[in-house]
């Protein structure tokens, strides 16, 4: 088991299916010599070559459609969008094309290519490089929408949504990419997409995240426990399609629901959430649903203080969880 971090179990998932699968490659603005802004795929094109880590033009409508035309032909491409925020120029691709595909061809087609996109704040990237775009795209039948939270899952969940035979959109939160470190086992794993992950269990309350603020949620459950409140935290890891099962079985064990999402409040995910959960379990909450999210701000600011302020807080979801233990 290896200690690394976020950023380089993505790479090391790329580096390990294209070994293995020639018809794999990665697409993006300077993925090649540069590696990405990011740097995630850094030392592939030392490895892989020009025909398979390929540099793209400032054209993520190009970068989309050019992936989604050669995965009719037997290939299995990884576009890179270089921040998540830049993807609105591809959404005509994505929604109309990529996501109906199966549909419209009654089944006889697929579109197995990935779309990675890094989102998120917490790097100082202010309007234009920090949105989350998750509820745009949950929205969508026919695309998978994948939020790894740890190294572990990313690198397992990536190697699942390039071989899967429909489009998935694989969001990587920025901030985590170096911050977050965990073991992750040499050998070759996957994880199936549509499973939630319980990263600590607790008979108290459930408290339903992912990304960073998934994080900051387990943080928030551990000064808790020296308050004698054990949370169960839950990683959705896939948003499109939920863990439903997953969600319902801790609402009925712990009674008492809190969901945590970096995203704005207003049409995020977490109403969706909130709205299953009301549907099909009321009858076993002791408390109301509660969400600690995003402002409605249009953007996240550029100023540090700003920033945090934007940023749900351990102190906020610790607060939350507190009041809602209460009842």
């Known amino acids: 088991m290896a200690e690394i971090t976020l950023l380089e179990s993505i790479r090391s998932g790329l580096d390990e299916i294209m070994a293995i699968d020639d018809r794999v490659f990665v697409f993006g603005e300077d993925v090649g010599k540069r590696g990405g802004v990011f740097r995630v795929t850094e030392g592939l094109y030392e490895k892989y070559g020009p025909?398979?880590?390929?540099?793209?033009?400032?054209?993520?409508?190009?970068?989309?459609?050019?992936?989604?035309?050669?995965?009719?032909?037997?290939?299995?491409?990884?576009?890179?969008?270089?921040?998540?925020?830049?993807?609105?120029?591809?959404?005509?691709?994505?929604?109309?094309?990529?996501?109906?595909?199966?549909?419209?061809?009654?089944?006889?087609?697929?579109v197995p290519m990935v779309i990675r996109a890094p989102y998120g704040g917490g790097i100082h990237g202010a309007l234009y490089h920090s949105q989350s775009i998750e509820a745009l795209f949950c929205h969508i039948p026919g695309l998978k929408v994948v939020a790894p939270s740890t190294p572990y899952d990313a690198k397992g969940l990536l190697k699942t949504s390039i071989e899967d035979p429909d489009p998935v959109l694989f969001l990587e939160h920025k901030k985590c990419y170096r911050l977050i470190k965990g073991a992750v086992p040499e050998e070759d794993y996957r994880i199936p997409i549509g499973k939630a992950d319980i990263k600590r269990t607790g008979s108290d309350l459930t408290v339903i995240a992912y990304g960073l603020m998934?994080?900051?949620?387990?943080?928030?459950?551990?000064?808790?426990?020296?308050?004698?409140?054990?949370?169960?935290?839950?990683?959705?890891?896939?948003?499109?399609?939920?863990?439903?099962?997953?969600?319902?079985?801790?609402?009925?064990?712990?009674?008492?629901?809190?969901?945590?999402?970096?995203?704005?409040?207003?049409?995020?995910?977490?109403?969706?959430?909130?709205?299953?959960?009301?549907?099909?379990?009321?009858?076993?909450?002791?408390?109301?649903?509660?969400?600690?999210?995003?402002?409605?701000?249009?953007?996240?600011?550029?100023?540090?203080?700003?920033?945090?302020?934007?940023?749900?807080?351990?102190?906020?979801?610790?607060?939350?969880?507190?009041?809602?233990?209460?009842?």
Not at 60 to 73: K, L, P, R
Not at 304 to 310: G, P, R, V
Request: net charge negative; proline share 5%; hydrophobic share 45%.
């Open 214 to 327: 998934m994080h900051h949620s387990l943080e928030a459950a551990k000064q808790l426990a020296q308050e004698g409140i054990e949370a169960e935290i839950i990683d959705l890891r896939t948003l499109r399609p939920l863990d439903v099962d997953a969600i319902l079985e801790s609402v009925v064990k712990t009674s008492k629901v809190l969901i945590v999402h970096e995203d704005n409040l207003t049409g995020g995910l977490g109403g969706e959430i909130s709205a299953l959960i009301s549907e099909h379990a009321f009858e076993h909450l002791d408390g109301p649903i509660r969400r600690v999210c995003g402002p409605d701000s249009p953007a996240m600011p550029y100023a540090k203080t700003l920033e945090d302020a934007f940023f749900p807080s351990v102190e906020q979801i610790a607060d939350a969880m507190r009041e809602l233990a209460a009842y």
């Open 51 to 110: 025909m398979r880590i390929i540099d793209a033009p400032l054209a993520e409508s190009v970068i989309v459609g050019a992936c989604i035309g050669a995965s009719f032909n037997d290939t299995r491409p990884v576009a890179e969008i270089q921040f998540a925020d830049f993807i609105h120029p591809s959404f005509n691709q994505i929604v109309s094309e990529a996501a109906r595909v199966r549909y419209r061809s009654n089944g006889d087609w697929g």
